[in-house]
């Protein structure tokens, strides 16, 4: 089933900078929000809370070294 619902956009514009790629739906958006939510059921610390959608982010945008990269980088 497929419904509208109304949002700010300001949300649309937090949505769209959330998507791991131009045509990821709104649906798995908010989806992979909740499930961060849910996760709060783990107690996660607030920090560890912060640090962990910081580095989700930063995936998404791309800004992050492959396992090859570092052992280049690191010189092993």
Same mark, same amino acid.
């Given at each position: 089933?497929?419904?509208?619902?109304?949002?700010?956009?300001?949300? $649309? @514009? #937090? /949505?769209?900078?959330?998507?791991?790629?131009? =045509? %990821?739906?709104?649906?798995?958006?908010?989806?992979?929000?909740?499930?961060?939510?849910?996760?709060?059921?783990?107690?996660?610390?607030?920090?560890? $809370? @912060? #640090? /962990?959608?910081?580095?989700?982010?930063?995936? =998404? %945008?791309?800004?992050?070294?492959?396992?090859?990269?570092?052992?280049?980088?690191?010189?092993?």
């Amino acid at each position: 089933m497929r419904t509208s619902i109304q949002v700010t956009d300001r949300t $649309r @514009r #937090r /949505l769209v900078a959330h998507k791991a790629h131009e =045509r %990821q739906p709104y649906d798995e958006v908010i989806n992979e929000a909740l499930d961060i939510v849910e996760e709060d059921d783990l107690e996660l610390s607030p920090e560890y $809370r @912060r #640090r /962990l959608a910081r580095s989700r982010r930063q995936y =998404r %945008q791309g800004r992050y070294k492959t396992t090859k990269q570092l052992i280049e980088e690191l010189g092993l």
